[in-house]
């Protein structure tokens, strides 16, 4: 899978992501673009086909609403890093057990809840 791992969650997780061998995930600090602003985070998600992972439900839901086709939006809870990543694996396994992982995520968002819980809904409806 390819991600895309907001500046609101810890560059680390990208950088575990990447050991798997298995993803290709970035965060902004890596690539020099911290601060850029929802939309544009967004903007760059779709053109280069990752899916978002972020803690800023409100926002980026707001903003995946309104894309026609999107890669995918994970969203998880505000936990430390080490939560974090544990809570961002699970949730690739879950996906894959779902069926192909970048398939069931396409206009989809993910919700992870603090304790492992899931929800994947479809949006835009």
Not at 51 to 59: A, F, G, K
Not at 67 to 81: K, T
Not at 88 to 102: F, H, P, R, S, Y
Request: proline residues 5%.
């Amino acid at each position: 899978m390819k991600l895309f791992i907001a500046e609101c969650l810890s560059s680390q997780l990208a950088r575990y992501l990447n050991t798997t061998g298995t993803h290709e995930a970035t965060h902004p600090r890596d690539i020099g673009r911290l601060g850029d602003p929802d939309h544009i985070v967004l903007a760059r998600c779709i053109a280069e086909d990752r899916i978002l992972v972020t803690e800023n439900v409100v926002d980026f839901r707001k903003l995946v609403a309104r894309q026609e086709i999107h890669p995918g939006l994970i969203i998880l809870p505000s936990v430390g890093r080490m939560h974090a990543q544990q809570l961002l694996a699970d949730a690739i396994v879950w996906l894959a057990a779902q069926g192909k992982e970048n398939d069931v995520i396409v206009n989809h968002v993910l919700e992870v809840s603090k304790n492992d819980g899931f929800s994947l809904f479809p949006l835009p409806a």
